[in-house]
């Protein structure tokens, strides 16, 4: 599906060069002098390279027409993750390296999406918001005013964000998987 270079948005998969991309960061500029353009940096998704391309407003991108199915996570082993889909209990796997850091935030039967193209799975997308039990935080120092007093936690998947003063360990938050950020306490 063609669009215009002005609709690439970040984490969209475009066509470009013989190869799928995942936009990473877009930034739409307009100079005082000449055209408009898209500056977007992209990862390749088959090759794991990065790349930095300026498009034209005018130029037309090819969006890839991916297809999203919904599964559950089962495991993992040394090499992949194993996934299930709800409907067919169809189980596929997925290599490490293709999912990378966001299989740090599966857990067992989580749902998320799978990305299809040409019938292969390409990524996941997860949910926007996952419940993650806290492993370990330092103790709140009293005093401290609120607005400049979040403190670093480890989570139980291996994830370290920073959180609020009265969390403590073993307690389960919300975290935002876009931005590993704390939402809530659960």
Known sequence: MKINAT?????MIIEHKDDLWEVLKTNHVKPGKGGAFAQVEMKSINKNTKLNE???SS???EKASLEEIKFNFLYSD????????PKTFEQINLNKRIIGEKGRMLSENLEVLINFYNENP???ILPNQITCRVESTDVAIKGQTVSSSYKPALLTNG???QVPPFIDSGDLIIVDTRTLEYVKKE
Do not use: A, L, T
């Not at 609709?7 to 984490?11: A, S, Y």
């Not at 040394?78 to 889909?85: A, I, K, L, R, S």
């Open 78 to 85: 040394e090499n992949d993750y194993y996934f299930m889909n």
């Open 59 to 61: 130029e037309s991108i």
């Open 7 to 11: 609709e690439i948005r970040v984490g």
């Open 159 to 161: 994830i370290n964000i």
């Open 54 to 56: 300026r498009f034209r």
């Open 122 to 124: 390409h990524n996941i």
